[in-house]
């Protein structure tokens, strides 16, 4: 199998980081290099990357998003968020907000693009990730531009943690197979 395939095969969500070993600074530049090499409508590469390392700030972040979720009707969310211990993040030491150029013709989808260009890079380096979609509520809200320091004219639209997974590889949550329809 050659090495891309075996990368994406691979690739898990990581729920469990080495809080003490951050990603170095050669590593993320790799990473989020490989982000930008994503295709994206009209060649607009209509993002913006906010990697955010300070320890204080993502406690805060992680603290708000279980504010949120605390007064959640839903009771899995509510549950998370009134648990002392739950971290949205899994305590990541680095996480990368991802933001889209207002106007762009698919900066959503050109964003999703660089995510996966992304994970499977930091998989590639030893370095796990995962969607944090439980920061979508930290996301929308009114305080979040500013604490991310969010330039004007791009709207922060997802955050994806990254670090060296702690404990066992877990295997792959079997995947559907019926799934395809061959038209030929
Ligand atoms: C849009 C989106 C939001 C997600 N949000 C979360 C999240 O908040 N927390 C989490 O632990 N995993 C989250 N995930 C990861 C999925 O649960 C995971 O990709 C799925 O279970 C398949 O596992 P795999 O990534 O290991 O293949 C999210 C994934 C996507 C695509």
Same mark, same amino acid.
């Given at each position: 199998m050659n090495d891309v395939i075996k990368t994406i095969r691979e690739r898990r969500s990581v729920?469990?980081? =080495?809080?003490a070993q951050q990603i170095s600074d050669g590593d993320l530049s790799l990473i989020l290099e490989a982000g930008t090499y994503a295709p994206t409508a009209h060649n607009e590469q209509p993002w913006y990357f906010t990697v955010v390392q300070n320890k204080e700030l993502l406690e805060k972040i992680n603290l708000k998003a279980n504010a949120v979720m605390a007064k959640s009707d839903n009771e899995w969310l509510h549950s998370l968020g009134t648990?002392? =211990?739950?971290?949205a993040t899994y305590s990541a030491p680095t996480v990368v907000f991802i933001s889209g150029r207002d106007g762009a013709m698919a900066a959503q989808t050109d964003c999703a693009l660089a995510i996966m260009n992304m994970m499977n890079a930091a998989w590639s380096l030893g370095i796990g990730s995962v969607?944090?979609?439980?920061l979508w509520p930290y996301i929308s809200s009114a305080d979040a531009p500013a604490e991310l320091q969010i330039p004007e004219g791009f709207k922060l639209f997802h955050a994806i943690a990254f670090g060296y997974p702690a404990g066992p590889k877990l295997p792959a949550p079997p995947r559907k197979t019926d799934v395809v329809t061959y038209i030929r």
């Amino acid at each position: 199998m050659n090495d891309v395939i075996k990368t994406i095969r691979e690739r898990r969500s990581v729920r469990a980081y =080495d809080t003490a070993q951050q990603i170095s600074d050669g590593d993320l530049s790799l990473i989020l290099e490989a982000g930008t090499y994503a295709p994206t409508a009209h060649n607009e590469q209509p993002w913006y990357f906010t990697v955010v390392q300070n320890k204080e700030l993502l406690e805060k972040i992680n603290l708000k998003a279980n504010a949120v979720m605390a007064k959640s009707d839903n009771e899995w969310l509510h549950s998370l968020g009134t648990n002392p =211990d739950f971290r949205a993040t899994y305590s990541a030491p680095t996480v990368v907000f991802i933001s889209g150029r207002d106007g762009a013709m698919a900066a959503q989808t050109d964003c999703a693009l660089a995510i996966m260009n992304m994970m499977n890079a930091a998989w590639s380096l030893g370095i796990g990730s995962v969607f944090v979609g439980l920061l979508w509520p930290y996301i929308s809200s009114a305080d979040a531009p500013a604490e991310l320091q969010i330039p004007e004219g791009f709207k922060l639209f997802h955050a994806i943690a990254f670090g060296y997974p702690a404990g066992p590889k877990l295997p792959a949550p079997p995947r559907k197979t019926d799934v395809v329809t061959y038209i030929r």
